[in-house]
């Protein structure tokens, strides 16, 4: 990542290097969807990837400056990673399995009430992932580890226990139509929306 000094007219530049995930970093996770595994053979989707910048709030000493989640997903499979550019963080990588059921495209992430919250749509199911936002974190002492070090977002990353943060498509786990592409929002009062395309030409809300 390079990125121009400050003051600068662009003529000068300092390089971050982010350091590569190792295998034995990962948390992994398995969210079973009610899909067979017959779901993941016959639907093919494309694998996406994607960004997000904290709101920086403009001081200093904001624990979201230079701070950014980004996303990959493939097949079944969506992992997340938080950065900083000025601290070390611990427990920044989490990989979540949506068992069988592969992942449309686009995942997002938002910012709402204290919280941090990723919106994952599958060709059975929505789910809403909840996480602490670091501005929380950042008032909890235990989370800070030193000026230098700090806990993720995703250093307690665990499965969903609250039935309202998923819901089911197809609960029979048959799939009738294929979902090609789907988007999401949160709403002010926390409830996600999701719209997703199908290969019928029907657009499906939740």
């Given at each position: 990542v390079k990125m121009a000094a400050p003051g600068s007219k662009g003529g000068m530049f300092r390089e971050v290097t982010v350091s590569t995930a190792s295998a034995s970093r990962w948390k992994s996770i398995t969210i079973c969807t009610g899909a067979s595994a017959s779901t993941l053979q016959d639907i093919k989707v494309a694998e996406s990837c994607g960004g997000y910048a904290y709101r920086d709030i403009g001081t200093s000493a904001s624990c979201m400056r230079n701070r950014f989640i980004y996303w990959r997903t493939y097949q079944d499979v969506l992992e997340l990673v938080e950065e900083s550019l000025d601290l070390t963080l611990s427990g920044?990588?989490?990989?979540?399995?949506?068992?069988?059921?592969?992942?449309?495209?686009?995942?997002?992430?938002?910012?709402?009430?204290?919280h941090v919250i990723v919106?994952?749509?599958?060709?059975?199911?929505?789910?809403?992932?909840?996480?602490?936002?670091?501005?929380?974190?950042?008032?909890?002492?235990?989370?800070?580890?030193?000026?230098?070090?700090?806990?993720?977002?995703?250093?307690?990353?665990?499965?969903?226990?609250?039935?309202?943060?998923?819901?089911?498509?197809?609960?029979?786990?048959?799939?009738?139509?294929?979902?090609?592409?789907?988007?999401?929002?949160?709403?002010?009062?926390?409830?996600?929306?999701?719209?997703?395309?199908?290969?019928?030409?029907?657009?499906?809300?939740?």
């Open positions: 920044n990588l989490v990989r979540y399995r949506f068992q069988d059921t592969p992942i449309l495209p686009k995942v997002t992430v938002h910012e709402s009430h204290g919106l994952v749509a599958t060709v059975a199911s929505v789910h809403r992932l909840v996480f602490p936002h670091p501005s929380q974190l950042n008032r909890q002492q235990q989370f800070v580890l030193s000026e230098q070090n700090a806990s993720s977002i995703f250093y307690d990353a665990s499965l969903p226990d609250e039935p309202k943060n998923q819901f089911l498509l197809t609960p029979g786990g048959s799939i009738n139509c294929h979902l090609l592409v789907g988007t999401s929002c949160i709403c002010s009062d926390d409830h996600a929306l999701f719209v997703l395309a199908a290969n019928t030409g029907a657009v499906l809300i939740v």
